[in-house]
């Protein structure tokens, strides 16, 4: 390969949650610090342990040689960078400047969303297992999260219950759901007849879609992401769809995401309540940064990540499903996670969800609870590190862990 997603990169002391946060409780979702004699792997926060693209740190450099970095507007350049992003890699052709809008981060962008369609103590629909960051955003804005549970076919694909998602939005009075897609923490990427069924129910209640796309560039062969503004022009006017360069490029530390609103009246009313807090500016660096991965170069790097992360899932699927007894796990379609269910060996062993991570954490697998993500006896496991720190995590996981 051109790239290097070998490398073993020392980041302690360098700022990096995954790292040396793991023993602390900067989040309070933390993994417990090893004991002596095992170096930690992280696999819990999501992003990756892969140095970015060249062509990032490239922009940023080069506009830092320029010593000025007061006020700005952002350049045409990046809104053509946007666009010709969104043509490539998703299809959609007919996207203009107006209809793109600058957030420092999803969860803003949906908190400002939440803050404008709904009131506190209104209900907001989810699937789960969820995503552990919408659950916070509800809890602290004053909503109440209703979890529509998807459920895994006989092939081990996860599905949503559409009858199951009606009766909620019906009983419960909703107008508004968080819909991730590609899914976070399953890997699911929809299929083009779920996401019309699904827009065709929310269409029939009046739900406005807070979508969450910031995954959509991490797919793997076969499947194709369906931005869900794309399925009817109805879709088009009750979405709001949401993007960073963050996941892809491994940059949640340099701030800066987007959204895209197609409803001018919907658009109108997000942007006034973001200005009217004064807080959702552009960082200048965080636009080169943008512009550097949305490049030529960052098509190639990102062809690369793709088969790297899709190598590295298949392979800890395959040992999850053969070497370790009583745990199973489902091949994503996207992004790099894995959730793994244990529920069969935890009964098999008499054990409980908090020994069965601390048995992990305390030889330095540094999986996530799942629970966080309303998956009872669940791991979350994030797959984009260097292949064999991936085989060491999975042979002490073999003879330490799951015995």
Not at 80 to 91: F, L, M, P, Y
Not at 182 to 199: D, F, S
Not at 326 to 352: R, W
Request: with cysteine; proline share 4%.
């Amino acid at each position: 390969m051109k790239y290097d997603f070998t490398s073993h990169i020392d980041r302690h002391g360098l700022d990096s949650v995954a790292v040396d946060s793991i023993g602390g409780t900067v989040w309070g979702i933390e993994p417990k610090a090893a004991k002596e004699g095992y170096d930690e792997i992280p696999m819990w926060v999501a992003d990756m342990n892969f140095a970015t693209c060249p062509s990032i740190t490239s922009a940023i450099r080069t506009r830092l040689e320029h010593p000025l970095f007061g006020y700005f507007v952002p350049r045409d350049e990046y809104y053509d960078a946007v666009i010709k992003w969104q043509s490539e890699q998703n299809g959609f052709d007919n996207l203009s400047r107006e209809e793109i809008g600058y957030e420092n981060g999803v969860h803003g962008g949906i908190c400002s969303a939440l803050s404008v369609l709904t009131q506190p103590g209104d209900t907001v629909l989810l699937h789960s297992p969820a995503y552990v960051g919408f659950i916070g955003d509800l809890k602290q804005l004053g909503r109440y999260p209703s979890y529509s549970p998807l459920a895994k076919d006989r092939d081990g694909i996860w599905r949503m219950d559409f009858e199951d998602m009606e009766r909620r939005i019906r009983e419960k009075n909703i107008h508004l759901a968080i819909f991730c897609s590609p899914h976070n923490p399953t890997g699911r990427v929809w299929e083009k007849w779920e996401l019309e069924r699904a827009m065709e129910l929310f269409a029939k209640y009046d739900v406005t879609v807070l979508s969450d796309e910031i995954w959509s560039d991490i797919i793997f062969a076969g499947q194709k992401h369906i931005p869900t503004r794309m399925v009817s022009e109805d879709a088009a006017m009750r979405t709001i769809s949401f993007y960073a360069p963050s996941k892809t490029f491994n940059l949640a530390g340099m701030i800066g995401s987007y959204h895209i609103i197609h409803n001018p009246e919907l658009r109108q009313r997000i942007r006034r309540y973001e200005r009217s807090l004064c807080y959702n500016e552009m960082n200048i660096l965080s636009m080169y940064a943008l512009m550097g991965a949305y490049s030529e170069e960052g098509r190639e790097w990102v062809k690369e990540l793709r088969k790297v992360l899709e190598e590295n899932c298949r392979y800890a699927v395959d040992f999850i499903n053969k070497e370790l007894p009583g745990c199973t796990a489902s091949m994503p379609q996207g992004t790099y996670m894995i959730f793994m269910d244990v529920s069969e060996y935890a009964g098999a062993h008499d054990l409980t969800m908090d020994e069965i991570l601390d048995a992990g954490w305390r030889v330095g697998v540094a999986y996530q609870d799942g629970r966080q993500f309303k998956g009872p006896m669940s791991i979350r496991l994030n797959c984009a590190l260097p292949k064999d720190r991936l085989e060491e995590a999975m042979r002490r996981m073999k003879e330490l862990v799951f015995r």
